[in-house]
């Protein structure tokens, strides 16, 4: 309890102040905590790709979406997302999943020779 004594320890200290003495400084660092973190999240950490990777995006993207269709599908994975931590936490009851291993094609793109 510490830092409740503390607490009002600088209760006592600042109640003979004025109150624009308290007020002027408050309002300055308030304003300077909500430009700095504006900035940060506006304009470094949106347009910073580390950022984008640093919180898995694209496996939540990948995840909602396989939980958002069901375990019904066939799922054919990039070795880089499969098995993510982030894409099984989001949608745990997907058993049809296919790794893809690099370079092979999509099976899909396979155009057929016969005419």
Sequence with gaps: ???????REAGESLRPLPRPVLLVPLAALLSFIV?????TYLYRQ???FASWN???APETIMGRKMAELGPDHL???SPFLANHPTARFIAPNIPNQTLLPLPTPCPFANR????
């Excluded at 430009?35 to 900035?39: C, K, P, R, S, W």
């Design 112 to 115: 057929p020779t016969g005419r």
């Design 1 to 7: 309890m510490l830092w409740l004594r503390c607490g």
């Design 46 to 48: 949106a347009n910073d």
């Design 35 to 39: 430009y700095h973190n504006a900035t």
């Design 54 to 56: 640093a919180f898995s």
């Design 75 to 77: 799922y054919l994975l």
